[in-house]
T-cell receptor, first 112, second 112 residues
Framework: RKEVEQDPGPFNVPEGATVAFNCTYS??????FFWYRQDCRKEPKLLMS???SGNEDGRFTAQLNRASQYISLLIRDSKLSDSATYLC?????????????FGKGTKLSVKP | DGGITQSPKYLFRKEGQNVTLSCEQN?????MYWYRQDPGQGLRLIYY???????QKGDIAEGYSVSREKKESFPLTVTSAQKNPTAFYLC???????????FGDGTRLSIL
């Protein structure tokens, strides 16, 4: 099983739609979780951390299910500017000594 | 403005040549990282440093070398031993190992 696995997409949605991305991780000892966004040919940028109780930042909601080793990102009222690749990132304690493990990303394309 | 600066933005390497990619940060972060990203792929960790004068190999260190003589600087040398160096190289830093990482805007390396 890959350490961090994401549906590569692409997800093609109209403006205003709600879209959800999922991510699974293999290391049950993982302690920290993040979502990054990466625009085409640019660097990744931190979108939000993911907390155990779930957290929201404007139109973005992140959730964590430790039992199922699963993270999700929900985007409501999609904007054209949300088009990007969304990277699921997990802090792999234990064998990886705290290094961040990046998923390959899910590509989102929001159309007018 | 605080941030991470990578230079150059584009770099071309001749056969048998070593090239050095610069990464400087003024965020006062202890930890710094180098990643490589190939088209359609996730980020792969080359080297990381948790503190000045110390660094560790990541998942794909062969053909690369680093130094960490100053807190602000973490240059990466791509040696002639790296036979497939063409990629997007990203430098990142974090306050502490395992914390969210902030990225520079990357260097694109190609073979001449």
């Amino acid at each position: 099983r890959k350490e961090v696995e994401q549906d590569p997409g692409p997800f093609n949605v109209p403006e205003g739609a709600t879209v959800a991305f999922n991510c699974t991780y293999s290391n049950s000892a993982s302690q920290s979780f993040f979502w990054y966004r990466q625009d085409c040919r640019k660097e990744p940028k931190l979108l939000m951390s993911v907390y155990s109780s779930g957290n929201e930042d404007g139109r973005f909601t992140a959730q964590l299910n430790r039992a199922s080793q699963y993270i999700s990102l929900l985007i409501r009222d999609s904007k054209l500017s949300d088009s990007a690749t969304y990277l699921c990132v997990v802090n792999a304690w234990g064998g990886s000594q705290g290094n961040l493990i990046f998923g390959k990303g899910t590509k989102l394309s929001v159309k007018p | 403005d605080g941030g991470i600066t990578q230079s150059p933005k584009y770099l071309f390497r001749k056969e048998g040549q070593n090239v050095t990619l610069s990464c400087e940060q003024n965020l006062n972060h202890d930890a710094m990282y180098w990643y490589r990203q190939d088209p359609g792929q996730g980020l792969r960790l080359i080297y990381y440093s948790q503190i000045v004068n110390d660094f560790q190999k990541g998942d794909i260190a062969e053909g690369y070398s680093v130094s960490r003589e100053k807190k602000e600087s973490f240059p990466l040398t791509v040696t002639s031993a790296q036979k497939n160096p063409t990629a997007f190289y990203l430098c990142a830093s974090s306050m502490d190992h395992g914390q969210p990482q902030h990225f520079g805007d990357g260097t694109r390396l190609s073979i001449l």
